[in-house]
């Protein structure tokens, strides 16, 4: 399952946001947890929530989410330079997967009083705040990625990353056969051109499966083919990549880019159970996109009216699924606690009821052997009034045991240290003899 966003969906998103955010008033941030934040934007009669998660997705949604009662000190900074303010512009920098919010003064974006959000999609990701010349005000998180950088407060933002932010670019001949040429012996050709440009490996299998090759074959296998000088499938892949290069640069013109939710083939609409049992709607959702990709064509899919709309609802329906499974999870350790609370109360219930059969018996016992008992207490009262101490007790009541002596005979073990004596008494009710 897909997990974080491609450089081709940041540049789809950049887009669409810009069309549906630009000029509308940031009205406030909140906090959904220590990596999410929702920013809330809008004008008379009309609203967008935008949900930003640091390396891993930024989308508007139109789902409702818990936010935190108190906002970190990060989202505090965020609402003193930004709320209230008009956003005037939303760019990707270069191909890269960051997205730059400008939030521009009266004298343009240059201007003192300009500020921007940062938001990085890749590894761990990062939200940064930044003055109208890129200094750095506040951040999500400190990095120093090497020796000779450091995003941190008072440092500058360098939007070049060192000159190594990409652009789009369509690759030509010398651009595919300088890579064919350098694959190493098991490199397929998906492995191999999935890091020509900024395409990735989704969109490279799509331009491949283009051309009626195997994505999944050997470089080896291929490179004569490819490399001929009057190849055709080289010819043939050349412009599956300028088909592609098109259809990302028409991304920036006003049309609405639609989106796409591939589908887990075999399983639309079935029933699963999930970890620890838990029933639930089985995980239909396999990767969203921005086009519809050539390895996807015949398999299973959802289309939505834009991008944005089918990246909300994969993540929302993983979320709806992850509560889903908390909220089992909760339940059955309730349960769970309920009944062994339970099973303790039946199994005190039942001792205390064996207990008081246990002294009902042994007072009838004794209520039948009256005299007998009385007789035993006051024989071992006078041995011990006597002096003797209680080994040589036992011995008497050993010795006497022999000789046939019935109180001897009746006593079953002697306690001496607690002053109690076990005797087995005679049940009249029934055969032989009971403590």
């Known amino acids: 399952m897909k997990q974080r966003f491609t450089s081709v969906d940041v540049r789809a998103t950049a887009k669409e946001l810009k069309q549906r955010l630009v000029r509308l008033r940031l009205q406030n941030i909140y906090d959904v947890n220590s990596k999410t934040f929702l920013f809330k934007f ?9 949900l930003i998660e640091s390396g891993t997705r930024i989308h508007t949604t139109e789902y409702g ?47 003192e009083g300009t500020y921007h959000i940062i938001s990085e999609y ?30 941190a407060v008072g440092h500058t933002y360098d939007i070049t990353n060192n000159g190594m932010i990409q652009d789009l670019e369509c690759p030509v001949r010398d651009d595919v056969l300088r890579k064919l040429r350098g694959a190493a012996p098991k490199d397929t050709l998906k492995r191999c051109l999935g890091i020509l440009g ?36 080289l010819d043939s ?49 396999n990767e969203f996109h921005p086009m519809l990709l050539e390895q ?28 889903h499974i908390k909220a089992y999870q909760q339940e059955t350790l309730a349960m769970k606690k309920l009944q062994a609370i339970q099973a303790e109360h039946e199994s005190r219930v039942e001792g205390l009821a064996k207990a008081q059969e246990t002294a009902d018996r042994q007072a009838r016992l004794i209520e039948q052997n009256l005299d007998f008992v009385d007789q035993a207490i006051l024989l071992f009262r006078n041995a011990v009034a006597s002096g003797l101490d209680w080994k040589e007790l036992e011995d008497l009541v050993q010795q006497q045991r022999q000789e046939g002596h019935p109180i001897a005979m009746a006593v079953k073990q002697l306690r001496l240290d607690i002053n109690r004596i076990t005797l087995v008494l005679d049940d009249e009710n029934h055969d032989g003899y009971d403590d």
Not at 264 to 277: F, R, T, Y
């Open 42 to 50: 809008g004008k008379p009669g009309r609203k967008e929530i935008v």
């Open 65 to 111: 989410r818990d936010k935190s009662i108190t906002p970190s000190n990060f989202c505090i900074k965020l609402r003193k330079h930004l709320r209230a303010r008009v956003l005037t512009d939303v760019r990707q920098l270069g191909m890269d997967r960051i997205i730059d919010f400008v939030f521009a003064a009266q004298g343009g974006p240059e201007s």
């Open 122 to 151: 890749y590894a761990l990701g990062n939200i940064i705040l930044t003055d109208h010349e890129y200094k750095i005000l506040s951040l999500l998180r400190i990095v120093s990625p090497d020796e000779s950088t450091k995003f």
């Open 296 to 323: 996807f064509r015949d398999k299973p899919y959802n289309e939505y009216p834009s991008f944005m709309a089918a990246v909300d609802e994969f993540y929302s329906h993983i979320e709806a699924q992850r509560l």
């Open 198 to 233: 900024v395409y990735g490996p989704a969109v490279t299998e799509s331009i491949i499966r283009r051309t009626g090759l195997d994505p999944g074959a050997r470089v080896s296998a291929k490179f004569d083919e490819l490399s001929a000088a009057d190849s055709p499938q």
């Open 237 to 285: 892949l050349l412009w599956a990549y300028r088909e592609v290069y098109e259809q990302l640069s028409n991304m920036d013109d006003d049309s609405t880019q639609r989106g796409y939710i591939t589908l887990l083939p075999g399983v639309e609409g079935a029933q699963s159970h999930g970890p620890d049992g838990v029933p639930m709607q089985a995980t239909l959702y």
